[in-house]
């Protein structure tokens, strides 16, 4: 079960390093970015925030650091697409698998940590 967790927190991860990357240097991103009137630093600032959170939350040790970074993100870039009018459903969406993906990875760590107290006695 680990290996499986750990894959879909793997593939999780890997999917929103792709998607935000382009937050960093791609001309459309930016200039979308620039014409909703937000500066360099916060598009940098919640790029980086989101990378981070992705990188930590692909590993069992650090995922809830990790989804915490993301989860934050989320709601800063939730905030800014629905102040223009934009429904960020996908956002949601990977708030939702985060949580699921968090919540297994838990109870899965309980569970190998009760196995080897059970062994110990």
Not at 53 to 75: D, N, P, Q, R, V
């Amino acid at each position: 079960m680990r290996v499986i967790l750990g894959s879909w927190r793997g593939i999780m991860s890997g999917w929103l390093i792709a998607a935000t990357v382009p937050l960093l240097a791609d001309p459309r991103s930016i200039g979308a970015w620039t014409a909703a009137g937000l500066s360099d630093e916060a598009r940098i600032g919640l790029a980086t925030a989101e990378l981070f959170g992705a990188g930590l939350f692909a590993f069992e040790i650090t995922a809830a650091a990790g989804f915490a970074l993301l989860l934050g993100s989320f709601i800063a870039v939730a905030t800014i697409h629905i102040h223009h009018r934009e429904m960020p459903w996908w956002l949601a969406v990977y708030s939702l698998a985060g949580i699921f993906l968090l919540y297994l990875t838990r109870r899965e760590r309980r569970r190998q940590s009760r196995g080897t107290a059970a062994t110990r006695e």
